[in-house]
């Protein structure tokens, strides 16, 4: 008899949960992974990159940022 292998879901990680950190990526079974989504855990690797296309997209204005470290610096 030959097992079945049912497909895995690429979570990516929104919050530290057991060994993974923020930003992790693993592949889990489609139960458990729909319970990590449901608890907001972990989003789908597919719509994680779509989320992070649009914001980036959004993100700045085309305005360069300040510098980060220069507070209380001399600006002469």
Known sequence: MAEQK???ISMT???PWHRYAKGDRAGF???RAKQLEERKIAVP???A???A???SGQAGGGQKP???GTEG???T
């Open 66 to 68: 300040a510098a980060k």
């Open 13 to 15: 990680f929104r919050k």
């Open 29 to 31: 079974e489609p139960e």
């Open 6 to 8: 049912s497909k895995l």
């Open 49 to 51: 990159k779509e989320d």
């Open 73 to 75: 610096a001399d600006k």
């Open 53 to 55: 296309k649009a914001s």
């Open 45 to 47: 690797t597919a719509k």
